[in-house]
């Protein structure tokens, strides 16, 4: 299961590296700014969660996950002038959406195994790891944050991640499988929401009195 998840961890690396590159695409940047949102975006989730569980950096005891963000930015650069800006747009809606689903699995996974506060704590560092990268590269690049919109943003990761940690409560065996799984779940929800514009309902949103 170690494996598995690294290479969940290297495939999330390399999709939020792509959607930082994505985000800055319309605004004009050059090679080293788009590189270093890519590896800030890519990091920046795992890097919060490594720092919560009191670990070692994931990034600083193998390179690998930088020279995958690295070159999954230059990568991106380079492919980006290939699609309009709608499609970029939608593109790195739909990437984001897989980055987070991988990051979410991952980090429920490293949590479960460290027995760091459970069953509640491994879903909300999840949580917290999956939008991290993403909250931090729309910050940065002057963005508004896809935490803040009314689109179904962290529910699909709330869900997935809270069936993850039934099923590694009640169905151990399974675990592979069913990280595979809720991973896909994840990604279906939050791809639904970009299909068909689906949001949160009126009446858990606030509404600010008139004056």
Request: aromatic share 10%; net charge neutral; glycine share 8%.
């Amino acid at each position: 299961m170690q494996s598995f998840s690294y290479w969940i961890g290297i495939a999330g690396i390399t999709a939020f590296a792509v959607t930082a590159v994505l985000v800055l695409a319309p605004k004009g940047i050059d090679l080293f700014s788009a590189v270093v949102l890519g590896i800030i975006t890519a990091v920046g989730g795992g890097t919060i969660r490594d720092l919560i569980l009191d670990v070692p950096v994931f990034w600083a005891s193998d390179l690998n996950y930088l020279w995958v963000a690295i070159g999954a930015s230059l990568v991106t650069f380079f492919a980006e002038s290939l699609f309009t800006r709608r499609e970029i747009y939608q593109l790195m809606l739909y990437i984001d959406g897989l980055g987070a689903a991988l990051f979410a699995i991952q980090t429920v996974d490293k949590a479960w195994a460290m027995d760091f506060g459970r069953p509640l704590a491994p879903i909300i560092l999840g949580i917290v790891t999956a939008i991290g990268g993403g909250l931090l590269r729309d910050v940065l690049s002057g963005r508004q944050t896809l935490l803040m919109t009314r689109e179904l943003y962290a529910t699909p990761v709330l869900i997935g991640c809270t069936l993850y940690v039934a099923l590694l409560t009640w169905a151990p065996e399974h675990q592979a499988a069913g990280a595979l799984c809720c991973v896909a779940i994840i990604f279906a929800l939050r791809a639904a929401a970009i299909r068909w514009d689906l949001t949160v309902p009126h009446w858990l949103i606030t509404k600010a009195k008139a004056d």
